[in-house]
């Protein structure tokens, strides 16, 4: 049973305040002096990219990172190569990334094949072969029509989502995550932030059976959590179970650097601590107060300030005075992953392989069963592929990632290696625990006039592009609020505007 929603009075005031975000637009069409991004991830580099293409090269653009520029795309040094420790796969429908990628004069990884298996805990139960009419006859086999059903859903989610391009392409901003998923599919992809992925796939008629052993085990992988996820965000892990994936040459972080540099951002090494309102006559501003190895001391003040960090349960730390108890309504704890990367030689004994040289699997995924301690294990290749490059086979030593809800201990190592060089942990607050908020709305993009809040995007879905599109989103509404165009925001009937316009 969903929790009662305890934020009926905050988003009473969030309504109430829609008349200052309507009259806080700058008439004498000066652009802000000064513009705040807190947080260098993927989300916040896209949004500094952005802002800089819509409010011109004059305006001072400041960017505060904590820690390392890329956030949870980072990077692992194994044995002299560089290996993906976070966000590692792109889909190929993901049009910001593209762009990134062209715009930055980077180039696409090249993608090295191999086969993938499901394990629940004593034999593998599904497994992909080198021919692909007969993974089809043993998937209907095994499961009737259901994969068909999935990926019909998938393709007609993905059909409408992508509508989002030609919206942002023709300026159009949405001043809450509700009223962007809306424009896209309606009430049906508000409802699927709130019902469980499988109530809405066993709705389609796909069976239990093929819910518990193909679709569980790419939510445990990406999410680290089962099938009660709601159902846009586990349409949005399953899209990325897709085969035309790709990544960045040299790392995806790459993408981070690149998209500062371009908007010639000042990027400023502190932990945000504070955002605090200043009103002077009708001008409003914002102040920050940041940590840095100086101590803690006010920043500067900005008269516009997006926030790309989470708020709650990810670390951000960030006090809005006069303003705490409406921060993130929607948003809940956040889920902890670690990715370990270890070099070394798989034990597949444990999957039913005596002879490593037999061992066919390039990674492993698995259920959702209690007393397996990995979500998934996978050789891996460095960031940067040579042309001679070959995936190891499982005889040979080779680097693994492997997915745990926990650090993995060395009883565990032991278990899932035959014997290892090296093992090295990286600790994520990687992405939404979704059943901590529930039955409640999703988290606002207006905190108040001229202050933003990009993170609340993975409260719906959580990857790259999703992070992009917010990004993008929030840089167009700051741009139509600052300068009075309410035209642009939450049309109601955008096909229509749209076709008008050309």
């Not at 500094?48 to 520029?69: I, M, N, S, T």
């Not at 499961?143 to 990926?151: A, D, E, H, M, W």
């Not at 393709?155 to 989002?164: A, G, N, T």
């Not at 680290?224 to 994936?245: D, E, M, T, Y």
């Amino acid at each position: 049973m969903r929790r009662p929603s305890s934020f009926g009075p905050l988003l009473a005031a969030l309504v109430a305040l829609s008349s200052d975000f309507a009259s806080a637009a700058h008439v004498d069409g000066a652009p802000p002096s000064k513009i705040a991004v807190v947080g260098a991830g993927i989300g916040g580099s896209a949004t500094a990219h952005f802002l800089r293409q819509h409010f011109g090269p004059e305006v001072q653009l400041d960017v505060y990172e904590k820690g390392e520029v890329g956030g949870r795309l980072a990077t692992v040094t194994v044995n002299r190569n560089q290996y993906e420790s976070g966000g590692s796969i792109i889909h190929a429908l993901n049009l910001h990334m593209h762009d990134f990628v062209k715009q930055l004069g980077l180039k696409q990884r090249r993608s090295v094949s191999g086969k993938t298996a499901v394990f629940d805990g004593t034999s593998v139960i599904v497994e992909e072969t080198d021919w692909y009419l007969l993974d089809l006859l043993r998937l209907w086999w095994r499961y009737g029509i259901s994969f068909i059903r999935l990926q019909m859903w998938l393709e007609e989610i993905m059909e409408k989502f992508i509508r989002i391009y030609k919206y942002q392409a023709h300026g159009y901003a949405f001043s809450s995550l509700e009223e962007l998923l809306e424009s896209l599919g309606g009430s049906g992809f508000v409802n699927m932030t709130r019902k469980p992925l499988s109530d809405s796939l066993l709705e389609l008629g796909v069976s239990q059976r093929f819910i518990d052993e193909v679709v569980a085990p790419v939510i445990w992988l990406n999410y680290g959590q089962n099938v009660s996820v709601p159902a846009f965000a586990g349409a949005v892990s399953l899209a990325s179970a897709h085969s035309n994936l790709w990544a960045v040459e040299g790392g995806n972080k790459l993408l981070c650097d690149g998209l500062l540099k371009f908007a010639e951002a000042n990027l400023l090494q502190a932990r945000v601590t504070s955002v605090r309102p200043l009103q002077a006559g009708d001008a409003l501003q914002y102040e920050l107060s940041v940590a840095d190895e100086e101590g803690e001391r006010r920043s500067g003040v900005y008269d516009l300030v997006v926030v790309a960090a989470p708020l709650r349960g990810g670390g951000a730390g960030i006090s809005l005075p006069d303003w705490e108890a409406a921060v993130a309504p929607g948003e809940g704890e956040w889920q902890a992953t670690v990715a370990t990367l270890v070099h070394g030689y798989l034990n597949t004994s444990l999957f039913g392989f005596p002879d490593a040289r037999l061992f066919p699997y390039a990674s492993v995924l698995t259920t959702a069963t209690p007393a397996l301690f990995f979500n998934s294990v996978a050789g891996v290749y460095p960031v940067d592929v040579a042309p001679d490059f070959r995936r190891k086979r499982a005889h040979e030593a080779a680097v693994y990632k492997v997915f745990s809800p926990n650090v993995l201990t060395r009883e565990q190592l032991k278990t899932l290696f035959r014997s290892y060089y090296s093992a090295q942990a990286t600790e994520w607050q990687a992405y939404p625990r979704y059943g901590s908020a529930a039955g409640t709305a999703l988290p606002p993009v207006e905190l108040r006039p001229h202050l933003y809040y990009l993170s609340g995007i993975e409260w719906a879905g959580s990857a790259m592009e999703m992070s992009a599109v917010a990004a993008k989103n929030i840089a167009l509404l700051a741009y139509h609020r600052w300068n009075g165009r309410s035209l642009k925001v939450d049309h109601k009937d955008l096909p229509r505007a749209i076709k008008t316009e050309l």
